[in-house]
């Protein structure tokens, strides 16, 4: 149910907060935008306590857990509450233990030895990652005839000019929209710009297919994706 939730999202958000008092505000603003997720990078300090916010206070979002590399993260990823994870790589590891805990995964992949590994796994939804790489859009074009079933959100440095190209590749279902809010707007408590940033991503042409999402992340100073 989470993963057919996670693929039909018409706008999706994640964020790797730092501190639970910065979050809740930050998802409420991306919500009224039009965002329907939060993500939470478990690597970062203070993504326990932000997790759990989040969890007590935002019943009508799916929450994920990303940055996950190891089977033991992802078992404490499940216990505070995830609806799914994500992995900057693929962990044939990682995966195993997500089928073991039936929590949907989302590993990143760079190359066509990766994409038919993550087909031997059973996977079908994939992080391209990092999406800033000057050839990672011919790939996704060149697996669309590879793997006609398997679909793509694409991850790393990517501005809402490149989201819009990526969204019109017919195997991309959506991407992280890294220009949504930056550590400035976050000290400055920039809520309604933060909101109103959302709302013109819910609006790229791209989105208006189904099944296509937004996935706003964090500002390049907080760590890489």
Known sequence: RSMRRIRTRRSQCSRRARLSAEALPLVEALQE???????????HAGSVAVLETLREHCNDITVGVGGIRT???VKQARSLGAHYISSPGLNPTVVQACAKFRLPCLPGIATTSELLL????GLKLLVLYPAVLSNMRTLAGHWQHLDPDCRF??????????????????????VYAEWLA??????????RIITERARRATLMPGVRKPGNNVTPLPPSGTEAA
Do not use: F, K, T
């Open 71 to 73: 089977a033991h993260e």
């Open 33 to 43: 935008g039009g965002m329907r997720a939060d993500e939470i990078w478990l690597p």
């Open 118 to 121: 993550a087909r031997e796994l």
């Open 182 to 191: 930056d550590d400035e707007d976050l000290l400055r408590r920039q809520w």
């Open 153 to 174: 959100v694409a991850q790393g440095g990517l501005s809402q000019a490149d989201a819009a190209l990526w969204l019109e590749l017919p195997n991309v279902s959506g």
